[in-house]
């Protein structure tokens, strides 16, 4: 499977990004994908997670309300709404999938920068 993430860029601070990440390759094997952030000197973070079939969804308390993680299965894509940006959103975001239950992510995607200004 290989993840091509896009849509990184800046945005002033309560401005909105929409991040995609596109599958290709042996998609059928995808159990859920999701977003993970890094900023500068700091550890990647779990951001959020959507199944590949159903609509259960994950995400980290600091998004909620904010971040929506969608998919269309026909382009084999998965999509970060982002709105209400705020500067500690800041990072390289990446995507990836896994291929099971457990939270354990095969296959990652180069990242796409997301700068907050404020």
């Known amino acids: 499977v290989q993840l091509q993430a896009s849509g990184g860029g800046l945005v002033q601070a309560g401005g909105s990004l929409r991040l995609s990440c596109a599958a290709s390759?042996?998609?059928?094997?995808?159990?859920?994908m999701g977003w993970f952030r890094q900023a500068p000197g700091k550890e990647r973070e779990f951001v959020a997670d959507?199944?590949?079939?159903?609509?259960?969804?994950d995400y980290r308390d600091s998004v909620k309300g904010r971040f929506t993680i969608s998919r269309d299965n026909a382009k084999n894509t998965v999509y970060l709404q982002m709105t209400s940006l705020k500067p500690e959103d800041a990072a390289v975001y990446y995507c990836?999938?896994?291929?099971?239950?457990?939270?354990?992510?095969?296959?990652w995607g180069q990242g796409t920068l997301v700068t907050v200004s404020s």
């Open positions: 959507i199944r590949w079939t159903g609509a259960s969804t």
């Open positions: 990836a999938a896994r291929k099971g239950v457990s939270y354990v992510y095969e296959y």
């Open positions: 390759g042996r998609t059928f094997t995808i159990y859920a």
